[in-house]
T-cell receptor
């Protein structure tokens, strides 16, 4: 089955700096890669996703890049703000019957004011 | 519109008791998923429904766990004879169709087994 790994497990950045979170996956059949943000006491919220027919996707301060050859994808947050502090999860799945998202263990991002 | 809702938000129970957790998906979403999140851990897949059927029950940790979905909408996750290791946040998500469609999560139910 699919195995998704996130590195590092914690990340601390100064407000205004950029943050990059990386994930690797094992199943070359995976073609959908979402990123979720989870704030304390809340459920995960989708912030951006990418499908394997594109290499990069941007949404304001957030971008995701995908390298299918190397089987890794990254979340980029620019001009970080304190409200970006949260746990971020990456996930992977493939199109097909019985496919399901496999999540990484999450990374705690702290943005220092 | 309304998102995914779960109830109760918190549940404290004694070891050995049964508990029922409820999930109301987004209206019109045919796929529904249950996950478990232990303290400081990622999301562990438990089971998913497409309509009322559950093609994949492989994630259920033991036969004490069961889930059902009726009318293609509300789902309940039942844990019988709860154990302390069952303590976790149980998250429900729904998507328009099963597969690589966006999953929308509820706020979760925090279960504490004493």
């Amino acid at each position: 089955g699919e195995n998704v790994e996130q590195h590092p497990s914690t990340l601390s950045v100064q407000e205004g700096d950029s943050a990059v979170i990386k994930c690797t996956y094992s199943d070359s059949a995976s073609n959908y890669f979402p990123w979720y943000k989870q704030e304390l006491g809340k459920g995960p919220q989708l912030i951006i996703d990418i499908r394997s027919n594109v290499g990069e996707k941007k949404d304001q301060r957030i971008a995701v890049t995908l390298n299918k050859t190397a089987k890794h994808f990254s979340l980029h947050i620019t001009e970080t703000q304190p409200e970006d502090s949260a746990v971020y999860f990456c996930a992977a799945s493939y199109t097909g019957a019985n496919s399901k998202l496999t999540f990484g263990k999450g990374i705690t991002l702290s943005v220092r004011p | 519109g309304a998102g995914v809702s779960q109830s109760p938000s918190n549940k404290v129970t004694e070891k050995g008791k049964d508990v029922e957790l409820r999930c109301d998906p987004i209206s019109g979403h045919t796929a529904l998923y249950w996950y478990r999140q232990s303290l400081g851990q990622g999301l562990e897949f438990l089971i998913y429904f497409q309509g009322n059927s559950a093609p994949d029950k492989s994630g259920l940790p033991s036969d004490r766990f069961s889930a059902e979905r009726t009318g293609g909408s509300v789902s309940t996750l039942t844990i019988q004879r709860t154990q302390q290791e069952d303590s976790a946040v149980y998250l429900c998500a729904s998507s328009l169709v099963q597969g690589t469609d966006t999953q929308y999560f509820g706020p979760g139910t925090r279960l504490t087994v004493l």
